[in-house]
């Protein structure tokens, strides 16, 4: 079965630093893998997403995040965070097996302080 | 705003009762997915329905049941309910059966607190 693992559960940091997410996720065919983000109170909203092509993709609010097979993860970077991006950060992986299923990994909480 | 709906927003029931949550997609969608999302258990699918069709299952339990109409609207029915079905139920929909380039899109969710 596959699953997806997200390296931190919370995260803080300062106004104008740079933001690393770690997912990875352990299924050996091919997969699309989402990040999504979910502000306090508020529903999943999709950041961005891989299916094929450039490994780099960039998404919505300045966030891009690079898939490498190798390494099976799918990372998600933003060079310079703001307050308003304090919100969970969730990694998610559908496969060939059953495309319609998203598989979530656990989230990680950033708090970004002014 | 997503464009997928659900009602209600919040529903506070009593253990051994039942409820119905509803969801309704995006225009054009034709796939409508549950998930659960609770502290213990994170974010769970549970199941998709497409085109009125039940499509996909995941770890949904037998007290749980989801119907999707012919006007694509969906309804999850949670019945004889515990404690620990205290929950964030979010209703996603896509527009394909759950194609390779499908995308789901998450709507606001319905908090349910059992008693």
């Known amino acids: 079965a596959q699953s997806v693992s997200q390296h931190n559960h919370h995260v803080i940091l300062s106004e104008a630093a740079s933001l690393e997410l770690g997912c990875n996720y352990s299924y050996g065919g091919t997969v699309n893998l989402f990040w999504y983000v979910q502000y306090p109170g508020q529903h999943l909203q999709l950041l961005l997403k891989y299916f094929s092509g450039d490994p780099l993709v960039k998404g919505i609010k300045g966030f891009e995040a690079e898939f490498i097979k190798s390494k099976f993860s799918f990372n998600l970077r933003k060079p310079s965070v703001q307050w308003s991006d304090t919100a969970e950060y969730f990694c998610a992986v559908n496969a060939g097996d059953s495309w319609g299923k998203l598989q979530f990994g656990a989230g990680t909480q950033v708090v970004v302080t002014p | 705003d997503s464009g997928v709906t659900q009602t209600p927003k919040h529903l506070i029931t009593a253990t051994g009762q039942r409820v119905t949550l509803r969801c309704s997609p995006r225009?054009?969608?034709?796939?409508v997915y549950w998930y659960q999302q609770s502290l213990d258990q994170g974010l769970q699918f549970l199941i998709q329905y497409y085109n009125g069709e039940e499509r996909a299952k995941g770890n949904i339990l037998e007290r749980f049941s989801a119907q999707q109409f012919p006007d694509l609207h969906s309804e999850l029915n949670l019945s004889s309910l515990e404690l620990g079905d205290s929950a964030l139920y979010f209703c996603a929909s896509s527009p394909t059966a759950g194609d390779f380039t499908d995308t789901q899109y998450f709507g606001p969710g319905t908090r349910l607190t059992v008693l």
């Open positions: 225009s054009g969608d034709l796939s």
